[in-house]
């Protein structure tokens, strides 16, 4: 998969249905999550996502993409999201294994989440 698939398919996991998570989401996935117990393994991974929101808009920034192995990809990234009024900004990391010919599924995934930071002027 390359790059630029890669972040569609991140995307698409931030706009999921949640038939999308259930297919998208390994069996043997852990989740490290803002709400408790924080550690999501296996079925309570993809059942702690399933209740997340469709988000309406979602941008990445600060993205890096990794392939230590043959069939393993790394990336980590900035996401900004918006749903109406509700916002929310995380620092994430996705691993996605290989299955099959164009099957990859999420065995990780981490989101630290950031505080809204207010743009500022540039300082002169």
Do not use: N
Request: charged share 30%; aromatic share 8%; proline share 5%.
């Amino acid at each position: 998969m390359d790059d630029e698939r890669v972040w569609r398919f991140e995307e698409s996991l931030w706009r999921a249905s949640d038939e999308r998570y259930h297919q998208r989401v390994d069996a043997d996935c852990i989740m490290s999550l803002s709400r408790a117990p924080h550690v999501f393994a296996g079925r309570a991974a993809v059942d702690a996502v399933s209740q997340t929101p469709e988000w309406d808009e979602v941008s990445f920034s600060d993205r890096a993409v990794r392939r230590p192995e043959e069939g393993l990809i790394v990336i980590g990234y900035r996401v900004a999201t918006t749903k109406g009024e509700a916002r929310f900004a995380a620092a994430c990391t996705s691993v996605y294994r290989r299955r099959g010919h164009d099957d990859w599924t999420v065995v990780q995934h981490a989101q630290i989440p950031l505080e809204h930071q207010p743009e500022t002027p540039d300082a002169r």
